[in-house]
């Protein structure tokens, strides 16, 4: 038990921000490869704002953005870029690193 005087190591604070950063996943690897391609269940940003290029996963958030962002214009759901829609995922293209990927 630490007195009034000494400080304490760790606060409940950061010891949370560890755990946190430790057990949550943050895209990069194999376990983000869905998210980063945008193809079926994963890339949460499904939709692009026309003006400003901010995305969004769904329409509600992207009509909550708009109205705080761009109030005098109306939104229009037609006008939405769909990123699922438009990217297709090309795997004949070599991958630079690879060792072969320059061969023709």
């Known amino acids: ?6 400080p304490k190591k760790h606060t409940a604070k950061e010891i949370a921000a560890k755990v946190d950063a ?3 996943n943050r895209g990069g690897g194999k376990a983000g490869l869905a998210d980063r391609s945008g193809v079926g269940k994963g890339g949460h940003a499904k939709y692009e704002c026309p003006h400003c290029k901010t995305t969004a996963p769904d329409v509600k958030s992207m009509q909550i953005h708009h109205d705080a962002k761009h109030p005098k214009t109306p939104f ?3 006008k939405l870029i769909n990123l699922h ?7 004949s293209k070599p991958r ?3 060792r072969g990927s320059f061969k023709k």
Do not use: L, R
Request: hydrophobic letters at 35%; charged letters at 25%.
């Open 1 to 6: 038990m630490t007195g009034k005087a000494k």
């Open 22 to 24: 430790a057990t949550t």
């Open 96 to 98: 630079p690193g690879v």
């Open 85 to 91: 829609a438009n990217h297709a995922v090309e795997s």
């Open 76 to 78: 229009d759901e037609a």
